[in-house]
């Protein structure tokens, strides 16, 4: 009889839709093969994104909170009114601690897994051992919004917010059992924060018999940007590359065109849109796109873990400029797998250097799949991640 696991997501877990919905789905589909699975998942009746996807065996119970966007207001007073974290008040939610805390009661498992650092201050106190996964370092995050963000009222929310999000993480790591994320220099800060448990390495991947790599490289000059533009990081980036980028390009090449693909992009950032730079919303399956782009770009000023992306778009044969922002993490060499760039006329010249000569820009994708298949494989990072938990003994904190 396979060991119990509860594992419990932060919003629905999803195999094509966003970041942090990927890699749970894989992470949680990996552990089928080692655990019997349990679900609890936050679930915001108006986000676009359902009740997401889970592997075929997997039970879920489903939380109901408020709409995300009375949470913000909500969870923005309380920290401008207390010292709390604006992150740990977004995702309170008495109901799940409570349902955790029944189910533990009912039957112990041999983790509690917290998808997201979000979530696991309510399952902290269920009385099992909790391992936690960090997808990125919302710490990091936060300060360089503090740094980069375009308006004085975002750079000084998000400075007072760097320090209280850095306490939560570091008194997280303290009591967790367990801890993972997605690359070595992520670990090596969750190890100066104050780990008990050593920072497990659990890269983000790809699911590489979904994307299949193409052929030849697109017959158009489209240029795509994947991400959910309701995440800070995301919309500022995109406004440096309308802003400072694009005119650069337009002008050398007339016929290609921007499209950008993700949900909940801000007002202002729409306003920058026209005919030949569009903002087609929300997206589930990403595949029709990266077979019609020319140039995946990854603008990313602020950011924190591994854009998952930028392995669908090597996986598939797009290739990628970025910023070394938007491309830390991932261990793809320079000028031959990804191009990075962080001057907007640099960035502008490697976006132009890909339309115009087609065969740099093959070269450059055959050696980015190369590498992802290397790599970045989901179900090989799946199975390692799956493994390394059963084979932990069980450590209560």
């Not at 109901?64 to 207390?82: D, E, H, V």
């Not at 052929?215 to 940007?225: K, Q």
């Not at 959910?228 to 400072?244: K, T």
């Not at 996986?315 to 320079?334: I, M, Q, R, Y």
Request: proline share 7%.
């Amino acid at each position: 009889m396979k060991p119990f696991v509860y594992s419990v997501f932060p919003r629905p877990p999803h195999p094509s839709r966003d970041g942090l919905a990927i890699r749970n789905y894989h992470l949680v589909e990996a552990l089928t093969e080692h655990f019997e699975v349990r679900a609890f998942s936050l679930l915001d009746p108006e986000r676009a994104y359902g009740r997401g996807r889970l592997p075929p065996g997997v039970e879920v119970e489903w939380v109901p909170q408020r709409p995300r966007g009375a949470r913000r207001l909500a969870a923005i007073a309380g920290s401008l009114a207390s010292r709390s974290a604006y992150s740990e008040l977004l995702y309170r939610s008495g109901a799940l601690a409570r349902r955790v805390a029944e189910a533990c009661a009912a039957r112990a498992p041999r983790w509690i897994v917290a998808h997201s650092y979000h979530v696991a201050p309510l399952v902290l106190g269920a009385g099992s051992p909790v391992w936690i996964d960090f997808h990125n370092l919302d710490s990091e995050i936060w300060e360089r919004m503090g740094q980069r963000a375009s308006s004085i009222p975002q750079r000084l929310f998000a400075r007072a917010q760097a320090p209280r999000i850095r306490a939560l993480e570091s008194a997280l790591v303290e009591r967790a059992a367990g801890i993972s994320c997605v690359s070595r220099r992520d670990a090596a800060a969750l190890a100066a924060l104050g780990a008990v448990a050593e920072p497990l390495v659990v890269s983000n991947g790809v699911d590489l018999s979904r994307y299949a790599f193409r052929a030849a490289p697109a017959a158009d000059e489209m240029i795509l940007f994947v991400g959910d533009l309701s995440w800070p990081p995301n919309a500022e980036g995109m406004r440096w590359f309308a802003r400072r980028v694009w005119p650069l390009v337009h002008p050398r090449r007339p016929i290609a065109w921007v499209e950008a693909l993700g949900r909940g992009a801000p007002p202002d950032l729409l306003r920058l849109g026209s005919a030949n730079f569009v903002f087609t919303g929300e997206g589930d399956d990403t595949r029709p796109h990266w077979a019609r782009a020319a140039v995946a770009i990854v603008p990313l000023l602020a950011g924190g873990g591994t854009r998952l992306k930028i392995l669908e778009a090597a996986a598939c044969g797009v290739p990628v400029v970025s910023t070394s922002v938007g491309a830390e993490g991932l261990a793809l060499e320079a000028g031959t797998e990804i191009r990075l760039c962080d001057e907007p006329e640099r960035f502008a010249e490697a976006m132009v250097s890909l339309l115009t000569d087609r065969e740099a820009a093959r070269r450059q994708a055959q050696a980015a799949r190369a590498r992802v298949e290397a790599l970045y494989d989901w179900s090989r990072i799946g199975r390692e991640f799956a493994a390394e938990l059963a084979r932990r003994p069980m450590e209560r904190r």
